[in-house]
């Protein structure tokens, strides 16, 4: 069987402990829901952190809001 997983982020214990990352990276997704709190854009905090794929961190937000009702 074969799995495909195209989630932004991941975790792993053996990066930052266990802590979500930006798939591929050891930025904390956290980070940029910190960054978009603080008013910075997304387009921001790929430049401060290019280790992250555009696409992932405009997906990640869009991630954590709850459904729509």
Known sequence: ?????HSPVSSSALVLGGTLVFRGTRV??????????DGFSVGE????????????AREFPRLTQPPAS
């Open 1 to 5: 069987m074969v799995t495909v997983d």
């Open 45 to 56: 905090f790929v430049s401060f952190f290019p280790s992250v794929k555009p696409d992932d």
């Open 28 to 37: 904390p997704a956290q980070t940029l829901l910190d960054y978009l709190n």
